[in-house]
């Protein structure tokens, strides 16, 4: 397994849908915290966004995470692998 910074941008995401989507995205962030998927995560300050830790056997296995997730569909994502 490898480690990967994720770095996410929110986009075109109005809050209604932001708000109904929001249980189940935290849900399996919570999900991935419990089964080591998840290292660390970081709520941006300045902009709608997070950045995440993940442990992925590849960028593509971390975009296929990613894919799972509720507001996927509004993110712009950039997959740093780390050492």
Known sequence: MNKFMIDILLQGIDNETRIQLLPREQEIIKEWEDNGTLIAS????????IYLVLNANDKLDADKKLSTLPYY???KIEIIALR
Request: glycine fraction near 10%; avoid cysteine; proline fraction near 18%.
């Open 42 to 49: 970081y709520i941006k300050s300045d902009t709608p966004g």
């Open 73 to 75: 569909p509004y993110m």
